[in-house]
């Protein structure tokens, strides 16, 4: 048990000048020890112990998180549901599609040419994606048989190689995980002290494997995905959706594998006698849950940069080049377009991965708000000043929804590692709150079981299967007797709208009975009558 | 007035001489020299949608539209009478950007072909006001999609409708165009006679939340 304590961050002995800036970069060395860390939390945990009142910090840190993730939940869930009430309004009136873009379409605050311009490119391309839309619906539903093989047999081909490719990507993610945490900072070829630049650029890639391998597929395979879907042959909305969820699933893939690395390593899922003495490796992981924190750290890290300058190195200097380069090619090449869809996607993995970290760096969170801030204005000032319109209008209304999904989605993959660490990781016995238990959960069971008679008696109730099945019973009753009024509605608002039509009906019948019967006085000066009544009663 | 006055009597049972003096000095010249509370300078019927400072500013606006000299506070009385060209009125900031200026100058022009007059342009902006009812809003946008005036909108109002809100530079295609007005039509046409009238109008406008913000011009 004392070889498990073996883990000392502050002894660095002769330090390059250049691991400073790598310590800020990857949180190790100088910011290892730190708040930054779940390490750093051991101060009072021995006293915590002995005496029973004092503050009991493992406790804090654990009721601390778990009601951070309870508070995010209930935020995303009521974020999601204002979405789907707006998302099943809409789908109710998708009927009046076309007559509300004609008739509430043009908005008469616009009094700038340049924007009403916008507006009216604006409205064409919605007419048209929609007349296409209603095309290809009608084409899907006049193919013959043999056709719908063919393109099932397509769709089966396509698929299968975009899980092929997944699995390329997300194998790359692990080999690129498992190298980067076997090297060692400072073991490299150059140790020469004339190549030290080299020696700092060897150790910043191999420390940012993860996190490079990560980014550069999340922004190739979308391309690829993208040059694929052409033979599909899906109507544009299904084509957008479709291309939605597998760039979602590619980025929760490549994460979800960094996180199965890490644990295989922690866990020695290969080999198992390393982890005989202490539960966990503690050679290669002395404290390993700040290397998880870390790991996630850079990936936000990471992120951020590659923002600042990707918008720096690329959107400026072409918009610069546009303009001032009159050549075809630039033209034809253009200002860039502001992307709406990948932007957000961008945005929901980052909070992701946040979540995750949340456990493991505990300042996670703050510096995602720094981060968030400084990212929102310069992709603000980067929008106005060097991305064109979009030529085809992004419909933010109808993926409203889509989004909140796939950041509920997002939340509840955070809870999986999480649940996990509570549950069934062995804690590093060197550092941290839990060196002392078997399982940081054993910290709530004690305190449930100091607890008063009368409340351990319903929180044992509560957690019973008896509890369980009532409230699965109850749920469903709820849920038909729901779905019973829903589908009542529903048939009450097609009679109305039969028995609209049908007065409809008798209203023209009417009309031309009178019209017969008054020798075609015309309905002309009636509707003129009623517009003067309406002037002068307001 | 009877707050400061208050505020002085408290303040004059601690203050000394110099300071009383100081502050009556005060009130007097908040008292007397405050300006009036502006009121219309004609007799213009209070039952518009318009505040009273909203009908000034259209006053305002007016005058310069006839090319007059503004003086505040002061009764016009070519207000009454005279009138806008259309031309004129369509070149306002507001209007200029707009498609269906032309069109909305003509529906509020109370006699044909010679501009419109001040009460015009107060019905104009009413009808267009923030505080105006949907059942105005969609009475009057009725009026304006009704480019042939027979009181119906039938295909070739829906055909004007949707070239002026694509623009000209974009061109829907001659199919493109008659399944986009027959889908229309399929919609909104409830009693299936080939035109919309203003009941059927008014369901479609009832169904959509954001005509009400859409539909609006603010001086």
New interface residues.
Partial sequence: MTDCLAYDPLQRGLVQFYEYILDVLSGTGVLEYTYLFYGYYNLGVEQAVREKTSYQLPLAYLLCMLFCQLFCLIFVIRNSVEGFKQRLIQAE?S??????K????????????K???LK??G??YE??TD?EE?RSKLHAAGRTTMQRFCIIFIRLMVNIVVLALLSAAVALVYYATTYSQEYIPGSTIFSDVNKLGLEFVQDFIIQYLPSIAIGGLNFLLPLLFNSIMAVEQYSPSTRISIMLGRSVLLRFASLGILLYALWSGITCYEDKEDCSLCGYNDKMYPCWETRVGQEMYKLAVFAFFTTLMVTLLYQFPRKLIVKYCNFRITNWWGEMEFDVPDNVLTTVYEQTVCWVGLYYCPLLPLLNLLKYTMLFYIKKIALLNTCRPATRPFRASSSKFFFYVVLLLGFVLSCIPIGYTITSLTPSRACGPFKNDDRPWDQIVAMVEAFPQWLTVIVNFLTSQLFAILIFIVSCLLISYVMIVSSTYQHTCDLLKEQ??A???D??FLLGRINAASGGFT??SS?AQK?IF??R?? | RCVLLYVFLQFAKNASHIDVIWCLLGVINNILLLPPPPTPPLPIRNSHFLQNKEILQAERRFLELLGKRVAPHSANADLLTSRVPTETLCEIPELKANPFRSRVCLVFCSEENQGLSFEDFLDMLSALSESASVEVKAHYAFRVFDFDGDGTLGKKDLKCLVNCLIGEENNLGDDDMELLIQNILAESDIDQDGTVNLSEFQHVITKSPDFASSFKITL
Avoid: P
């Fill in positions: 009136d009927e009046l599609n076309y007559s509300r004609a008739f509430c379409g043009w908005d008469f605050n616009l009094g700038d040419k924007a009403a311009n009216q490119s409205m064409y007419f048209v007349l209603d609209l039509t007065l409809g009906k209203h023209a309905t002309k509707f517009s309406v002037r009663r307001h």
